[in-house]
């Protein structure tokens, strides 16, 4: 019992200084700094209590095996938290093709004091090896083990109660994991994901198509009426949308030493003529699927899940995406082009799933050595092996939806020797000192490739789109942010850093310059369909019209925050925006909004869990997307011609229909002809 009780009060402590030091969990009054210190103890109490059950030496081996699997448990997490600021659930693990490239990453986030986190494991193996000898080989009585379980859930219990006092309805309105693993621990949060997957799974099957009444209702109260000077500007031009790895809108006019970071990108936001409008208060909107988050928001106007990536979770659901109602309705062919694997977070699967004509992945392009680096193909290879991919679309009939996916811009931010055109930051943090150059590579790359554009003939007549996905530089180095900002980095600060850059140039559409609507990628669907002439009422969107003059100014996460132009809220407090202090006392309608927020994400997940789309058709002839229309790959491009051609594949599975139908009317035509002899006979 001596032994147990050393392992457990060494790994109770190791798991307080785990939380205070590597998590940024929100702490913010003496209850919930209390919770956070008492909650491993139940945990402790549970999972190695387990061990008495076994006698003699059998025990120790089990009371370390335990012990050893927790440790890896709370340093994998450490290491996910380092890179993605969350915690790692089912989903997550459910992402098997994203683990190498992941891998490559985490190799950076590992930390000199890190090995400080196996010393208690050092301490029980040398004492359980001088210590075994002494010990009985008698069992413990039952009573021991059962009663040191029993306190585990005593304790856990107390817990709970406690939390909910703080936090009510702790376990029913689960946005942000944070305030899981700060009130119950991370043991116990791994156990309420698991609980909370088996019961989404099990929605599915119970969901009916009254489920979507509900959120019918509330999106057609969302809905905003397009603006008649943009509606279908848009129609039969073509697309391009080019995606920003990691880049934060405070990137654009940043001077390093002086020098513009992204002079480029500044010169499209600064245009006097004012080709591009540029939306300066557009934030990302992600969880835990980062980039796939992104593509998901802008693509279906629905956020992602609380836990993983809707693209690996949810990646066989009915959707009715941006790409194939354009497609229907006015004959767009849509690609993504991307220089990674085809399954990094289930890529090659979803797509077919959201309608996507062509995905080009890295099989298309030249991944020699000299272009690659980090995740993948570099910024401006890419651009420039992917020219000729589009050439091809645009020989196609109809326009073009073309989806460029930039990835040189991303942790840990490396580039190649001699590729730096601009000085690293000297924070002495290699993150953020690094994040400028793959900035500036990328600004570039994009500058490069609007010449290219401009050459083929294809700037002109084309929507061009430009976004970033997701932030680049987490809380983590919120030390060196503040070297670089010259600013504390308050939890609002990192909220406003949330900001991400949107902007749009639409031919024969005089731009607006600078347009500070506040507006996240959840609007850019619907606002994409006013701008082809599409209206956005008929479907189950989130978003509203950025353009439009009765667009809803408020921007949720997926934790639960939200901003608005006046006010935010952030980690449980309401915060003044011009004064940047904590609001004491919110009004009625901050709470109110606060609640519509949490509720419309609560529908989000209904939809998602419940698969709800599949009982909802958006318009008399809407086709409902069959992934068996779209194939992928440049094998398969190689044997059968352009065999991911949506038409292509539906006439030859009409071809494998017809062909299947014939016997039955052989079979149908010889039975018809028997049947007469047989009545003429009779005659």
Do not use: C
């Amino acid at each position: 019992m001596g032994f147990f009780l050393l392992a457990l009060i060494l790994f109770w402590m190791k798991t307080y200084i785990i939380y205070i030091s590597e998590f940024d969990l929100g702490v913010s009054n003496v209850l919930q700094h209390f919770l956070l210190f008492i909650n491993p103890l139940s945990s402790g109490l549970v999972l190695l209590g387990f061990a008495l059950f076994f006698k003699g030496k059998r025990f120790g081996i089990t009371l370390l095996i335990i012990d050893t699997l927790l440790t890896l448990f709370m340093y994998a997490n450490v290491i996910f938290y380092r890179d993605f600021g969350n915690f790692i659930t089912v989903q997550t693990l459910m992402q098997t093709d994203n683990a190498g490239t992941i891998g490559k990453s985490f190799l950076g986030l590992a930390e000199w004091h890190d090995f400080l986190y196996l010393l208690d494991l050092i301490v029980l193996g040398v004492l359980y090896a001088k210590w075994k000898v002494n010990w009985s080989p008698a069992r413990l009585s039952l009573r021991k083990p059962f009663a040191v379980l029993a306190s585990g859930v005593i304790v856990f219990t107390v817990n709970l109660g406690l939390a909910e006092m703080d936090r009510p309805q702790l376990l029913e309105r689960v946005f942000d994991n944070n305030y899981i693993v700060k009130y119950l621990g991370a043991p116990n949060f791994a156990v309420f994901n698991t609980m909370q997957t088996v019961k989404a799974s099990a929605k599915r099957s119970m969901a009916s198509s009254e489920d979507i009444t509900e959120v019918e209702n509330y999106t057609n109260k969302k809905y905003a009426e397009p603006n008649a000077e943009f509606f279908g500007k848009a129609k039969g031009k073509n697309i391009i949308k080019i995606h920003l790895e990691s880049f934060q809108s405070f990137l654009i006019d940043f001077k390093l030493n002086g020098e513009e970071v992204t002079p480029f990108l500044n010169s499209l936001v600064h245009d006097e003529s004012k080709n591009f409008t540029y939306f300066d208060n557009f934030f990302h909107q992600t969880g835990q699927g980062k980039t796939a988050d992104a593509e998901f928001l802008l693509d279906n106007s629905l956020y992602g899940t609380p836990q993983g990536a809707a693209f690996v979770t949810k990646g066989t659901n009915t959707y009715q995406s941006l790409p194939a109602i354009m497609g229907q309705k006015q004959d767009y062919t849509s690609a993504v082009f991307h220089g990674d694997e085809g399954s990094f977070w289930n890529r090659n699967q979803i797509y077919k799933y959201l309608g996507v004509d062509k995905f080009y992945d890295s099989s298309y392009y030249d991944m020699s050595r000299e272009n690659v680096i980090n995740y993948g193909l570099k910024d401006k290879p890419f651009f420039k092996q992917s020219m000729p991919l589009i050439e091809t679309l645009d020989e196609k009939e109809g326009p073009f939806y073309a989806h460029m996916m930039t990835l040189t811009h991303h942790y840990p931010f490396v580039l190649d020797e001699g590729e730096e055109s601009i000085e690293a930051a000297e924070t002495g943090d290699g993150t953020v000192d690094r994040y400028f150059q793959t900035a500036r590579y990328l600004d570039e790359s994009l500058k490069q490739f609007f010449q290219d554009l401009k050459e083929k003939g294809l700037y002109e007549d084309s929507v061009i789109m430009i976004y970033g996905d997701h932030y680049g530089i987490s809380e983590n180095h919120n030390r060196a942010m503040k070297e670089v900002l010259g600013e504390e980095i308050t939890p609002l600060k990192n909220a406003n850093l949330q900001r991400v850059p949107y902007m749009i140039r639409v031919p024969g559409v005089d731009g607006q310059g600078i347009n500070h609507e506040f507006t996240g990628q959840v609007d850019v669907m619907p606002t994409m369909l006013h701008l082809l002439g599409i209206d956005a009422k008929n479907f189950i969107q989130f978003g509203s019209d950025m353009f439009s003059k009765e667009h809803k100014e408020f921007v949720p996460f997926r934790n639960g925050d939200f901003m608005t132009e006046e006010y935010s809220y952030v980690k449980g407090k309401f915060y003044d925006n011009s004064s940047g202090e904590v609001i004491e006392e919110p009004t009625e309608q901050m709470k109110e909004r606060k609640e519509q927020v949490h509720y419309e994400l609560s529908l989000n997940d209904e939809v998602l869990n419940g698969d709800l789309l599949r009982f909802y058709e958006p318009y008399e002839d809407w086709e409902p997307i069959d992934a068996s229309d779209y194939r992928y790959g440049k094998a398969y491009d190689e044997d059968f011609g352009n065999g991911n051609d949506k038409q292509e594949n539906k006439e030859e599975k009409a071809d494998e229909n017809e062909s299947a139908d014939e016997p039955n009317e052989q079979a149908e035509e010889k039975t018809e002809d028997k049947t007469a002899e047989q009545q003429e006979n009779n005659s």
